[in-house]
């Protein structure tokens, strides 16, 4: 997904949304586009294990808020640096609104 006028990270939404599917499927990733982020235009992301997992499963909140640090220490998402982005591959964006 997009964040057009933001920087190159989750927020708690997508963090909530990045558990329900990293819990049915472990190698999911998120992407995240940020045009107007001049240091990272483009993120892959992970939840953290078991840190990040844990946390978000037992948070009952809802909507935009903040997390306490992960009980292990861990950060509570990552970068992917499994996941290679070719630069030469072309592509097109389309907003279909």
Request: aromatic share 8%; net charge positive.
């Given at each position: ?12 939404v997508d ?44 948070c ?38």
């Amino acid at each position: 997904h997009t964040h057009p006028t933001q920087t190159c990270f989750l927020s708690s939404v997508d963090i909530h949304t990045q558990y329900g599917y990293q819990v049915m499927m472990e190698e999911a990733i998120a992407i995240v586009m940020a045009p107007r982020d001049s240091t990272k235009r483009c993120g892959v992301f992970r939840l953290t294990t078991p840190g990040g997992l844990k946390l978000i499963q037992n948070c009952r909140k809802s909507g935009f808020h903040s997390h306490p640090p992960t009980h292990t220490g861990q950060p509570m998402y990552e970068l992917c640096g499994h996941v290679y982005l070719n630069p030469r591959l072309r592509h097109d964006v389309v907003d279909l609104r």
